[in-house]
C-alpha cells in the first residue's frame, strides 16, 4: 500500500510540473505573439518584445553607427577587412529563438527565456579583401630581428640584437571577427616579439675589440688597401652555429662551444673588392679590322685584359681577418680578347659581310653626342651563329651614368627631352647593316612620323626599351664581328665574318624593277600623303634576297607615318 501511495504522489508531482510549464508556455505565447521573447539581445542591443520590423531597425541603426575596433593606433572599419554584417540572418536567428522546430526543444527555450538572459552574435559575410588586409597588415607590422652587430664609435662597441615582431594572423582573424560580431571596439592587432636568443658575454667582447684592433691591409703589385679597424667591425656577422670549425674557433680555440659563430659580411667584402676592381681592371681589346687584299686583315692588334679575382679575393681577406700579419694578396686572372690575331679563321671572321650608314647632319649637338656614345656600346661586338641580335638588350642601360646626355624623343603622343635622344640613329645604322648583309629581321618599328636624319623614308628602326625593340638573326653559320666608325656626320657599322654566296637588292615596286644594292639607296612607293594631316604618309618597299640567279626570300617593309603636327615639342 504505500508503495502504491508513493508512486500516486510521484505522477502528481510530475503532473503538476507539466501544468506548470505548459501554462508557462501558453503565457510565453500569450505575451509574444509574433515578437521576439523576453531576454532577448544582439550584440548587447535589446530586442525582447519588438517584433521583426523593430528589431530589423534596431539592429540597422546599431550596425550603421558602430565605428570599428581599434587595429594598432588606428581604427578600421569592418568593411575595410572585408567583413560585412548578414542584418537578415541574424533577425531570423533572434527571433527563431523559443520557435524551435522540435516541441521539446522550443518548450525549453520559452522557459528558459523567462530566467536566463540571451546575447546572439551578428550574422557575418567575409570576403576575400579580408585575407588581402591580413597579408598587407602583416607586410606593414612583421619586423626582423637584428642580430648582434658590431660598431666602431671611438673603439669597438657590440649593438645589442633588437627583437622583432610578428603579426599572429590567426589570432588577429579570430579578434576581427569577434569585435565585428559583438560591435566591439576591442584591439584586433595581436603580435608577438620575435628574438635570436643570442648573447655575448665580457670573454667574447674583449676577443672581438682584439681581433679587430688592427687593420687588415690589401695587396696588388699596383698599389694597396687598408681596411680599418671601424670597416672590419660593420663587416663582422653573427650566425647561428653547432659546428666547431666555423671562424670563431679558429681565433678563439676556447669558444668551440658558443652557439654562434663569427664571420665577415660576404656581400660587403665583394662591394669593396669591386670598387678596387674599377680602378685597376683591364678590360680586354678585340683586334680591330680592315679589308685589305678583299680580306679582313688587322690593323689593331688585340689587347689581353686583367681582372680581378674577386672569389679568391674574399677568401683571402678572410683569411687575413685571422692572421697575425693581416695581409690579403689579391689574384689577378688574366683575360683574352674575343677577337684575337690567332683566332680569327676559326670564329670564322675573314670577310667583310656588309656595311650600313646614316647621315645626321643638322642634328643637335647633344643628339650628336648619344649617337657617338651608343654607337661605341656595339663596337668590337660579337654575334654568335644563329643568335638572335636584341639592340635594347645589348645597348644596356641608357642613363647618365652611361654617358649619355638628355635629347628628343618621342614619347606618349610627343617629343619630349629624355637621356639616349638620338640613339634611333644608331639603331637605324644598325638595321641597315643587317638589312645590306641579307639577315633576317625579327623586329623592326618604323618612327610615328617621318624624321628627316633617316632618309630614305621607310628605312628607319625606332627603338626604346624595353620596347619597339630591332631584332635580326645571324644566319651566316660563323661569328659576326661589329665595328664602327664616324666620319663627320656619317655613322658607318660594318659586319666581319664569312661572306655568304647571297645576293641582296632593294626596290620599291615588287617586281624587283629598279633594285638598288643598297637600302640607303632604295627608292620607297610612298602614298596616303597627308591622308592623315600635314607630313603623314606610307612608305613601301620590298628586299630581294637571291643565290645565283634564283630568288630564295622576298621581305616586304610597310612603314605608316603620322602626322608630325600631332606630337608637339
Known sequence: MKKIKHKNELNLNFAIIIVILSLLFLIGTINNGNRIFKNTAV?????????????????????????????????????????????????????????????????????????????FSLELKIDDKLSSFLSKETDNYNTISADYSLAWDNGLKVKPEMPGKRL?????????????????????????????????????NAHLFKQTEFPVTVVLESGKWEIS???????????????????????????????????????????????????????????????????????????????????????????????????????????????????LNSLGIKDLVASGTSNFVG?????????????????????????????????GAVDASTGYVEGLVIKDNKTVPEYGGGLCQVSTTMFRTALNAGLPIIERYPHAYPVQYYSPVGTDSTVYSPNPDLKFKNDTGAHILIQYNVTGTILKFEFYGTKTAKTVKFSGK????????????????????????????????????????????????????????KYPH
Open 363 to 395: 642634328i643637335p649637338f647633344n643628339r650628336a653626342h648619344n649617337v657617338k656614345t651608343g654607337s661605341s656600346k656595339f663596337n668590337g661586338l660579337i654575334i654568335d651563329p644563329d643568335q638572335i641580335f636584341s639592340f635594347n638588350k645589348l645597348v
Open 510 to 565: 615588287e617586281d624587283g624593277s629598279a633594285a638598288a644594292l643598297r637600302v640607303e639607296d632604295v627608292k620607297p612607293t610612298i602614298f596616303d600623303q597627308d591622308k592623315k594631316g600635314k607630313g603623314s604618309l606610307t612608305a613601301l618597299w620590298w628586299r630581294f634576297i637571291y643565290e645565283g640567279d634564283k630568288l630564295v626570300r622576298q621581305d616586304k617593309f610597310y612603314s605608316a607615318y603620322d602626322s608630325p603636327d
Open 168 to 204: 599572429l594572423i590567426t589570432d588577429t582573424k579570430e579578434q576581427i571577427l569577434k569585435n565585428a560580431k559583438f560591435l566591439k571596439d576591442s584591439q584586433a592587432l595581436k603580435t608577438e616579439t620575435v628574438t635570436t636568443n643570442k648573447s655575448v658575454n665580457d670573454l667574447e
Open 43 to 119: 550584440a548587447g542591443i535589446n530586442l525582447s518584445g519588438k517584433n521583426k520590423a523593430e528589431a530589423k531597425k534596431a539592429l540597422q541603426e546599431a550596425v550603421k553607427n558602430y565605428e570599428g575596433f581599434k587595429f594598432g593606433d588606428k581604427t578600421i572599419l569592418p568593411q575595410e577587412a572585408g567583413v560585412s554584417f548578414d542584418v537578415e540572418s541574424t533577425l531570423n536567428k533572434a527571433y527563431s529563438y523559443g520557435r524551435n522546430s522540435s516541441l521539446i526543444v522550443g518548450v525549453w527555450e520559452r522557459i528558459a527565456a523567462n530566467f536566463t538572459k540571451r546575447n
Open 229 to 343: 679597424s671601424a670597416i672590419l667591425a660593420d663587416w663582422i656577422i653573427f650566425e647561428n652555429s653547432t659546428q666547431n670549425d666555423d671562424l670563431s674557433s679558429y681565433v678563439w680555440p676556447f669558444l668551440k662551444s658558443s652557439s654562434f659563430k663569427l664571420s665577415l659580411d660576404d656581400n660587403k667584402i665583394n662591394i669593396f673588392l669591386e670598387k678596387i676592381a674599377k680602378e685597376v681592371n683591364i678590360t680586354p681589346q678585340n683586334a680591330m679590322l680592315t679589308i685589305a687584299g678583299g680580306k679582313a686583315t688587322v690593323f689593331v692588334p688585340s689587347r689581353d685584359g686583367y681582372i680581378i679575382d674577386v672569389a679568391d679575393g674574399n677568401a683571402q681577406i678572410k683569411n687575413a681577418f685571422t692572421s697575425d700579419d693581416r695581409i690579403a694578396h689579391l689574384k689577378v686572372n688574366k683575360k683574352p680578347a674575343e677577337v684575337r690575331e690567332d683566332n
